[in-house]
């Protein structure tokens, strides 16, 4: 009888735990819009394809800093060079900004404005270790990026 009792806690917590579990998967995932929140330091690199005055594939390279703010808000400064000229001549930075979306499978979408480009920009993108790092793509040309999370002990003087 003891035995039989101890069987049937288990089984009710286990049922329990699985339920919860299916739950949550079926009602949302691991990530959402404020998983991105911060300050976030990027790279991004390829070509731009078969835009006006530029040769067929030319050489992309920007670094930046980028600030989410958990509510699909971003903005960021960025230094770009394309075809080995840097965009925005006698300015060392130039801001940015724009709207993001993280799907609860932490896909998302972000869509920036920047005078470097005629064009909004429209990226998808993949969240990573939980919201540390995100890697994007750019929908027409092939370029992409990694934005790292920086860390508060990066922020101090060195």
Known sequence: MKLRM???????????????ASAREGQSGPCSNATLRGEYGYAAEGVLIDKPMLPPEAPFRSVGMTHFDGKRNVTWVEHT??????????????????TYTVN?????????????????????????????????????????AVFTKVAESDKGDH
């Open 6 to 20: 101890q069987l049937t806690a288990v089984a009710s917590l286990l049922f329990l735990v699985m339920s919860a």
């Open 81 to 98: 060079v394309v075809n080995g000229i840097p965009l925005n001549a006698g300015v060392e930075w130039t801001e940015a900004s724009g």
């Open 104 to 144: 609860p499978n932490c896909t998302g979408t972000a869509v920036v404005n920047t005078p470097n480009s005629p064009v909004p920009l429209n990226f998808a993108l993949v969240v990573v270790r939980n919201g540390n790092e995100v890697h994007t793509l750019l929908d027409t040309d092939a370029i992409a």
